[in-house]
């Protein structure tokens, strides 16, 4: 069943609607050097799936390396939303900490790399 959730940065100043087919697809977190840097939790989503709603010229890019992976950070609050994947440029990956209702910490033990684990999306709360 498909959905649409919105990601928010920290401030607010970014919004980002993510269309989901199928809940949280290939949840990981990434071991290149940047990504153990930040420390997020990603699930992958279809590039056509992702696009910014809110904001969009409060992102700031950064590159390194190859320049093809594509990483958006908010310029304001700095928090991680999504970013265009090196290994698979045909998706994106998104900060699932930056979805409403959904807590990183409750996923166990989050594996690595190419590993794949996904789970539903749960339901929004008024929790913040």
Known sequence: MSEQRILQCHCGAVEVAVQFDNGLENIRRCNCSLCKRKGAVMAMVPITN????????????YQWNTKVAEHYFCKTCGIYTHHKRRSNPN???INIACIEGVNPYNFGEIPIGNANLSAPLPAITDEK
């Open 50 to 61: 992702l696009k910014v709603i809110k904001g969009e010229n409060n992102l700031t890019l």
């Open 91 to 93: 998706q994106y990956g």
